[in-house]
């Protein structure tokens, strides 16, 4: 099973975890991984685009010429999508996003990732983060100790971890710091963050992934 080395927020290394091969250990798949970004991407869109359909355009409703003896081709009203005024053939409405992954398809790409992120280097494992106040120099010390200066890091909790208000506030001004709770993570988020952290108890939520339904 794949290892992972577990830091204290001083940035010492005090241990290693052993973490889910089918998790960790999973080789590249890019077309999997390219499909769930773009699933992603459909549903953060927002498909706002409308226009009227012929049955939607007010118009008197009378054919717009007689039918016999102008030698003209037979038409009903200006309501038609051939002429000005008249409703847009297929006319876009407002949806949501229209493309759908199976889970197990899904899954499968975010280990993809997760495995990808871990073979570069770009997982970090810490102890935990246990604040009695909010303090935003301990996350920036952290972080520093960690040697972690990317633009994008991602950090995932447990539940526990997520409902401190301590944590949450201390995080909040660091500007290149995100979190999430685990086991909350999508393919997009991963390939987006330049460096993940994980503590060790959001490493629980995630393991339950695998096999489940």
Same mark, same amino acid.
């Given at each position: ?21 089918? #998790?960790? $250990? /999973?080789? &590249? ?7 769930? !970004?773009?699933?992603? %991407?459909?549903? =953060? ?80 494992? #810490?102890? $935990? /983060?246990? &604040? ?7 996350? !920036?010390?952290?972080? %520093?100790?960690? =040697? ?66």
């Amino acid at each position: 099973m794949p290892q992972l080395a577990v830091c204290n927020l001083a940035g010492e290394k005090v241990g290693q975890v052993e973490v889910s091969d089918e #998790i960790f $250990g /999973v080789a &590249m798949h890019e077309a999997l991984v390219h499909q769930a !970004v773009t699933t992603a %991407d459909s549903r =953060r869109k927002r498909h706002a685009g409308s226009k009227k359909r012929r049955s939607e355009v007010v118009t008197s409703g009378a054919k717009i010429w007689r039918q016999k003896g102008l030698g003209r081709a037979r038409h009903r009203d200006r309501g038609a999508p051939l002429f000005v005024g008249g409703g847009k053939a297929h006319a876009p409405k407002p949806r949501a996003g229209n493309k759908k992954m199976p889970k197990r398809m899904r899954r499968k790409a975010l280990f993809c990732a997760l495995s990808e992120a871990a073979r570069r280097g770009g997982i970090t494992v #810490i102890e $935990g /983060v246990e &604040m009695d106040q909010p303090r935003t120099k301990t996350i !920036v010390a952290m972080l %520093d100790a960690l =040697r972690i200066d990317a633009d994008r890091v991602l950090l995932m909790l447990s539940p526990d971890e997520m409902a401190d208000e301590n944590i949450l506030k201390s995080c909040r001004n660091v500007p290149n710091l995100h979190l999430r709770q685990s086991p909350h993570l999508n393919t997009r988020d991963v390939l987006w963050a330049d460096e993940i952290i994980f503590t060790q108890a959001a490493l629980a939520p995630l393991a339950a992934l695998v096999g489940e339904e």
